[in-house]
C-alpha cells in the first residue's frame, strides 16, 4: 500500500500515524496515574475539619447555614470562600481548595479533612481528589446536587457564546472535556468515602440525577426522606439534607439516617 503513495503523501500518512500512537499512549498513561497507586487513604474514624465548597458564582450563603449546623454539631466546619468570581476554571478552583485543605491541615495538625462540594463544588472536589492528590488528605467526599454528569442548562447557555457561559459553565457542560475525563472509567477516585446527595426537585441540574456518583453512596433526597421538597438553592439549607451530611461525616460508614 505504501508503495503506491507519493513521498510526501506517504510522510504525512506516517506522520499521522505516530501522532495517533502517541495519543493513545497518552491516553493509557493517563488512565494508569488515577489508578490510585500512590494513594494513601486516611483512616475512616478519625474526623478532621470539614471545608465546604461553594458552587458556580461563589456564593456562601446558604453553605453557611449548613456550616454552622456542623459546627453545634461539635465539627471544626470551614467555608471555602472562592478566589474571584466562582466563575472561572474549575481546575483553579481544584487547586485553590488544596491550598485550603494544606492550610487547615496545618492549623488543626488533623491527619484529614472531609470535604463537602455543593452544586459545581461537588466536580471541584472530585478533581481535586482525582488529579491533585486529594485522595491521600480526605477522609470523606460529599457532594450536593452537583452536575458530575453535567447540566443541559450548561449547555444552553453555552449556545448563546461566552459571555452567557464563562469557562466554568462550560466545563459543566455535559460534553465537557473536564467531565468526559472525570467519568472516565471510576467516577469515585481512590481515597475517600464517597456521598452524592441529589434532589428530584432540582431544576438547575438537569436532569436531577447528574448527581449521582457510581461507586458512592446515592442518595435520592426523596428517597431517603419522603415529603421533603427542596430545590437547588435551598439543598445546603434543608433541614434533611443537614442531617444527612451529619450522617455522611460521622466515624462509622457513612449511611442513610432511618430518620430524617
Known sequence: MWGDLAPARRRLYVGLLALVVLVAAAVVVAVLLRGGDDVEPVAQDQPG??????????????????????????????????RGDGTQDLRDQAADLGDAVDAALADTGAPSVDLVGYSAGGVVVRYYVAELGGGSHVRRAVTLASPHHG??????????????????????????????????????????????????????????????????????????????????????????????????????????????
Open 151 to 260: 447540566t443541559d442548562l450548561a449547555s444552553l447557555a453555552g449556545s448563546l457564546g461566552s459571555s452567557a457561559c464563562p469557562e466554568a459553565c462550560q466545563q459543566l457542560d455535559p460534553d465537557s472535556d473536564l467531565l468526559r475525563g472525570l467519568n472516565a472509567g471510576d467516577e469515585t477516585p481512590p481515597g475517600p468515602a464517597w456521598v452524592a446527595l441529589w434532589t428530584e426537585d432540582d431544576a438547575t441540574v438537569v436532569p436531577p440525577d447528574s448527581g449521582s456518583l457510581e461507586g458512592a453512596l446515592d442518595v435520592d433526597l426523596q428517597d431517603a426522606c419522603p415529603g421533603t421538597t427542596a430545590s437547588h438553592p435551598d439543598v445546603p439549607r434543608t433541614p434533611a439534607v443537614i442531617a444527612l451530611v451529619e450522617a455522611a461525616l460521622a466515624t462509622g460508614a457513612p449511611t442513610v439516617p432511618g430518620d430524617c
Open 49 to 82: 475539619p470539614v471545608l465546604l465548597v461553594p458552587g458556580y458564582g461563589g456564593s456562601t450563603a446558604s453553605l453557611q447555614v449548613l456550616a454552622d449546623a456542623l459546627t453545634q454539631d461539635g465539627k471544626d466546619a470551614r467555608v471555602v470562600k472562592p
